[in-house]
């Protein structure tokens, strides 16, 4: 088996079948297997999923594993040489997923990689719908950082520039010239890891709950001596954000204490504190302002 893939749903139905369709669209002759784990949906994916696509497996939960626990899940009941973690509101373009494979069997001391992620063009009067057209108008989304610092969170600015220049790429042409690059860590949105990495460093931090998860993967292979790379000849497009919109508030405090639990397991307990406390200072503060501007009160 050469890719097993993960998909995490909750509550996204309709953009979930379009990432299925785009999966196998792009399979391109790999010998692949889909594991969709669901944190108990209420908008009907579960048979969705049953009625349109009888070779995924499916992982029905009861109740809301979290991000980490659920592509626990789905390793544990897979067995691809190389396992992709995919957001379900994501469409992979041709080529995309045979080519992370063909960089993976191709550099030995990479264990993990990405692709190139693009914003998606919307269209649809009744909600989001991804647009996986080739020659669409669609712009760079960050996908890889330099591991974050304590200021590095406190000021809200992700390092995004890659080893030997000055700044970040801004556009997808100029991150294509680039050719493969080394990254720190790759968000989880599409992130393909080979599994004898995985074996030896073990599956996510079920801790974190969401949020920090990918990175907290990348660290630990980097501390292993593995390598993490984009690869931006390797493309999907990627709406973004939309389970998280549904519980705007629960996220937010999701965020914030992934960051802390974080923070205190690679830097220290007093850090992982102060972090918390500044970032609940900013979010409490950000609320208050919001209220302001919304009511036009003083």
Same mark, same amino acid.
């Given at each position: 088996?050469?890719?097993?893939?993960?998909?995490?749903?909750?509550?996204? *139905?309709?953009?979930?079948?379009?990432?299925?369709?785009?999966?196998?669209?792009?399979?391109?002759?790999?010998?692949?297997?889909?594991?969709?784990?669901?944190?108990?949906?209420?908008?009907?994916?579960?048979?969705?999923?049953?009625?349109?696509?009888?070779?995924?497996?499916?992982?029905?939960?009861?109740?809301?594993?979290?991000?980490?626990?659920?592509?626990?899940?789905?390793?544990?009941?897979?067995?691809?040489?190389?396992?992709?973690?995919?957001?379900?509101?994501?469409?992979?373009?041709?080529?995309?997923?045979?080519?992370?494979?063909?960089?993976?069997?191709?550099?030995?001391?990479?264990?993990?990689?990405?692709?190139?992620?693009?914003?998606?063009?919307?269209?649809?009067?009744?909600?989001?719908?991804?647009?996986?057209?080739?020659?669409?108008?669609?712009?760079?989304?960050?996908?890889?950082?330099?591991?974050?610092?304590?200021?590095?969170?406190?000021?809200?600015?992700?390092?995004? *520039?890659?080893?030997?220049?000055?700044?970040?790429?801004?556009?997808?042409?100029?991150?294509?010239?680039?050719?493969?690059?080394?990254?720190?860590?790759?968000?989880?949105?599409?992130?393909?890891?080979?599994?004898?990495?995985?074996?030896?460093?073990?599956?996510?931090?079920?801790?974190?709950?969401?949020?920090?998860?990918?990175?907290?993967?990348?660290?630990?292979?980097? *501390?292993?001596?593995?390598?993490?790379?984009?690869?931006?000849?390797?493309?999907?497009?990627?709406?973004?954000?939309?389970?998280?919109?549904?519980?705007?508030?629960?996220?937010?405090?999701?965020?914030?204490?992934?960051?802390?639990?974080?923070?205190?397991?690679?830097?220290?307990?007093?850090?992982?504190?102060?972090?918390?406390?500044?970032?609940?200072?900013?979010?409490?503060?950000?609320?208050?302002?919001?209220? *302001?501007?919304?009511?036009?009160?003083?």
């Amino acid at each position: 088996m050469d890719l097993s893939i993960s998909i995490v749903s909750w509550n996204t *139905r309709d953009l979930l079948g379009q990432c299925l369709d785009s999966v196998y669209a792009a399979a391109d002759g790999l010998d692949i297997e889909v594991v969709v784990v669901d944190n108990a949906s209420g908008d009907g994916s579960v048979e969705m999923v049953r009625q349109r696509y009888p070779r995924v497996v499916l992982v029905a939960n009861t109740g809301n594993a979290g991000f980490s626990a659920a592509n626990n899940q789905a390793l544990a009941a897979s067995t691809g040489r190389h396992f992709l973690l995919l957001n379900p509101d994501t469409i992979c373009r041709p080529g995309a997923l045979a080519g992370l494979v063909r960089f993976l069997d191709e550099h030995p001391r990479c264990g993990a990689v990405g692709p190139l992620v693009l914003n998606p063009v919307l269209s649809g009067a009744e909600g989001p719908v991804l647009s996986g057209v080739e020659g669409a108008d669609e712009t760079l989304q960050y996908s890889w950082a330099r591991f974050p610092t304590f200021w590095s969170e406190a000021r809200g600015r992700l390092d995004r *520039r890659i080893a030997g220049a000055d700044k970040a790429p801004t556009t997808a042409q100029d991150t294509c010239s680039l050719g493969p690059f080394r990254a720190d860590w790759i968000g989880g949105c599409c992130l393909m890891v080979r599994r004898d990495a995985v074996n030896e460093i073990g599956p996510m931090d079920e801790s974190l709950f969401m949020y920090c998860e990918e990175t907290d993967w990348c660290l630990r292979l980097v *501390r292993a001596g593995w390598e993490v790379w984009v690869e931006p000849a390797a493309r999907i497009v990627h709406l973004g954000g939309q389970s998280s919109a549904l519980v705007p508030d629960e996220a937010a405090s999701r965020l914030r204490m992934s960051k802390r639990l974080y923070f205190a397991k690679h830097h220290g307990v007093f850090t992982g504190a102060a972090l918390g406390a500044v970032l609940g200072l900013k979010y409490r503060a950000g609320k208050v302002l919001c209220g *302001r501007g919304r009511g036009g009160g003083s």
